[in-house]
């Protein structure tokens, strides 16, 4: 899979090398059941056309753009690890467009013609709800005219969990309430976050999200070792913290993921020891 980073700067050089594909468009953090929804369509269709399989997604998320930083996204995953999941779809090419104020206020049809058209894009598939150009004004219904019919929609329904949309907010929503063991139906596998120990503290790398505070049975894990611990999450005044209720191998030093199972309701699972080690936080 290649990776090109669009901007202002680079948009005319990858638009002279574009080859002609499908492409899935969305922010697509977290690459939940949705998300895997329009992408799986996206690449059946290239499949029939015999085309590549592209998706083009947005950084930084275009509301903390918007509101000039006031509005925080607690994003699900980092780039790396988006890389990582569209490469095991068997996507060819993933664009990252840099969203800017200008890029937000292109019109519709600009977005359409420098950024879907002049990047060789014949068929794009979204969401129902997936919005482009200018205060979100180009949608799926209007993707068809805005290309003067050069490129072909396919507008994907939505997939409900409990007859709730599977979004991007609900995960966070569960997360922020701790109800991480419910993010498998929505994700499609545990949630899971790379973090570094040093030895002494487990720190999380940028653009994940810890859950609520709270004491949660979760998986530690690198390449070559995994235990199944109990993981505590504890405000402080520089925002939240981990600690873990086992010791950490020497072996685990370093990169470490941690898979989110479920939250511990009460006390009664914790034995004295972490117990003492929980009141002492």
Request: net charge neutral.
């Amino acid at each position: 899979m290649e990776t090109i980073y669009l901007n202002q700067d680079s948009l005319a050089y990858w638009q002279g090398k574009a080859k002609r594909s499908v492409a899935a468009l969305g922010f697509f953090d977290g690459i939940h059941k949705g998300h895997q929804e329009v992408i799986r369509t996206a690449s059946q269709i290239a499949k029939r056309k015999n085309l590549s399989l592209s998706v083009m997604s947005f950084f930084p998320h275009p509301k903390e753009v918007i509101s000039n930083g006031k509005k925080q996204v607690n994003y699900l995953m980092p780039l790396s690890e988006k890389e990582e999941r569209l490469r095991a779809l068997g996507v060819d090419t993933f664009y990252i467009v840099e969203f800017t104020k200008e890029f937000a206020s292109l019109l519709p049809a600009q977005f359409v013609a420098q950024y879907l058209l002049d990047l060789g894009i014949v068929h794009a598939v979204a969401g129902f709800d997936f919005s482009y150009g200018y205060k979100g004004t180009g949608h799926m219904g209007r993707l068809q005219k805005d290309s003067f019919g050069l490129i072909d929609v396919t507008k994907v329904k939505k997939l409900e969990f409990h007859g709730v949309k599977i979004s991007s907010t609900l995960i966070r929503e569960n997360l922020m309430k701790g109800y991480v063991e419910e993010l498998p139906s929505l994700l499609g596998r545990p949630y899971e976050v790379e973090s570094v120990w040093d030895g002494n503290a487990l720190e999380m790398l940028p653009y994940y999200t810890l859950p609520a505070p709270g004491c949660y049975e979760v998986i530690l894990k690198n390449k070559t070792e995994s235990i199944q611990t109990k993981m505590i999450v504890s405000e402080t005044v520089d925002g939240l913290s981990l600690t873990c209720l086992s010791e950490i191998s020497n072996l685990m030093t370093g990169r470490l993921s941690i898979v989110w199972l479920q939250r511990m309701i009460g006390e009664n699972h914790l034995s004295l020891s972490e117990k003492i080690s929980l009141s002492s936080l």
